[in-house]
Nanobody, 128 residues
């Protein structure tokens, strides 16, 4: 049974960088697209980025384009989110989730189109 474990969050100053990891346990990620989502206090979970299986096509929310980069290493069964030039509005708990094969276009992932398999999340706090 697939489980996902998110790590890499922390406290960082504005303009700083973090790299988040989404590690799969129990199954290979080879046939899954993986989406990153975040949830700020008092707000709904929103899609940040997605990477497809096979051709590794990607999608991003407009708010993170040019700052965040999603990638995957199937040998390590892990998907990464490199976050640069972080802003206070990037603060929140970051989660990853799977869906079969492909992201939906080049835009951000949507919660309802992903399988209901969520890790515990990792907290990103961007603050001076």
């Amino acid at each position: 049974q697939l489980q996902l474990v998110e790590t890499g969050g922390g406290l960082v100053q504005p303009g700083g960088s973090l790299r988040l990891s989404c590690a799969a346990v129990g199954e290979t990620l080879d046939f899954y697209a993986i989406g990153w989502f975040r949830q700020a206090p008092g707000k709904e979970r929103e899609g940040v980025s997605c990477i497809s299986s096979g051709d590794d096509t990607t999608g991003y929310a407009d708010s993170v384009k040019g700052r965040f980069t999603i990638s995957r290493d199937n040998a390590k069964n892990t998907v990464y989110l490199q976050m640069n030039n972080l802003k206070p509005e990037d603060t929140g708990v970051y989660y990853c989730a799977p869906k079969w094969y492909y992201c939906s276009g080049s835009g951000p992932p949507t919660v309802n189109s992903f399988l209901d398999i969520w890790g515990q999340g990792t907290l990103v706090n961007v603050s001076s």
